[in-house]
């Protein structure tokens, strides 16, 4: 599949790329996966509230969609990364990290977010147990406990009054930073209870899934059950950069509803877009994204090994009236 064009290339092994691909697998077209294997929730113990599936390990979830998608006879997934992709004539052209090149009349990109990790001894040990980034996602595992929240940004305020949705008892850590929120800020936080501790955070003390405390470089000890961290994420939107396509004010990239892109033939969907960042949404997006991108291949020749695509009925209809009786 390597050596000759096929209809979509969908760079990302996450929900929103196995979603886009299984999706364009279901219209037949011919579709290839790039997988570089780096998952955000790759240390994450559990999604929660996906529908269906309670609570799962983010592992067997992608297994399964894995299982899902093989069954379909024009796929394939590459365990490898992307590391340049331009516009050929109608088609793209991507390098891929194995040393291949690969041809596609679509492109998804699914590359997602890169989170900044605290500098914090112990963290990797219990991120994505007791370590979390954010309150939607494992806010309820933080009902009725006591929570150690990190970070330093005026935003930090809401962070960790929206935690109060669940938590008993939140702190707020600033890791030897000076808080960034003005004398309002403080104010709030104080008058829920919350204290601004501008003070760094040497480590992490317990087991995986049983943190104990978070200790500051003063010698001091702040019991927890629960650490949440703000800090940055970037999106790896270096593809989408080189591309051309358009992005936000927060460097996610600009889609329409369709999930397209500012650079035709070009779709993205998942964390790497604007808006609220679940599985469950990057699931949804990576469906539209891969629906939308197969029905533009009508009127298209398509890829060699696929099925020719429906008529484009929009350009042979034209505007048709249909009564709604």
Not at 19 to 30: E, G, K, N, V
Not at 188 to 212: C, F, K, Q
Not at 253 to 265: F, H, K, R, Y
Request: glycine share 12%.
């Amino acid at each position: 599949m390597a050596d000759a064009i096929v209809d979509a290339l969908v760079v990302g092994g996450g929900p929103a790329g196995l979603s886009a691909a299984l999706w364009l697998a279901r219209y037949r077209r011919q579709v290839v996966v790039v997988d570089s294997g780096d998952y955000r929730n790759a240390r994450v113990e559990q999604t929660h509230g996906y529908f269906g599936y309670g609570d799962c390990d983010p592992a067997e979830l992608r297994a399964r969609a894995l299982d899902d998608l093989a069954a379909y006879p024009r796929t394939a997934v590459r365990r490898t990364t992307v590391e340049a992709v331009r516009r050929s004539g109608s088609a793209f052209t991507a390098q891929l990290g194995d040393g291949d090149e690969l041809r596609a009349l679509r492109v998804v990109l699914a590359t997602g977010v890169r989170d900044r990790f605290p500098e914090v001894d112990g963290f990797l040990d219990h991120y994505g147990a007791s370590a979390f980034h954010c309150p939607t996602c494992d806010g309820y595992e933080a009902r009725d406990r006591t929570v150690v929240v990190l970070g330093w940004s005026a935003d930090l305020a809401g962070f960790a009054l929206g935690l109060l949705d669940w938590a008993r008892h939140v702190t707020l850590v600033t890791d030897g930073r000076s808080f960034e929120g003005d004398a309002e800020h403080r104010d709030v936080l104080a008058r829920h209870g919350i204290d601004v501790v501008e003070a760094s955070a040497a480590a992490l003390d317990g087991t995986r899934g049983d943190l104990r405390a978070v200790r500051l470089g003063t010698g001091r000890s702040l019991p927890c059950d629960l650490l949440f961290f703000s800090l940055a994420h970037e999106p790896r939107a270096g593809l989408a950069v080189a591309l051309g396509c358009a992005l936000t004010a927060e460097g996610c990239v600009v889609v329409d509803d369709a999930q397209q892109t500012t650079v035709p033939g070009v779709y993205a969907a998942g964390d790497l877009t604007p808006g609220i960042q679940l599985v469950q949404v990057a699931t949804a997006k990576g469906t539209i994204a891969g629906v939308q991108c197969a029905q533009s291949l009508r009127g298209e020749p398509g890829a060699p090994r696929s099925p020719e695509p429906a008529p484009d009925y929009d350009a042979e209809l034209g505007s048709v009236r249909v009564d709604p009786r």
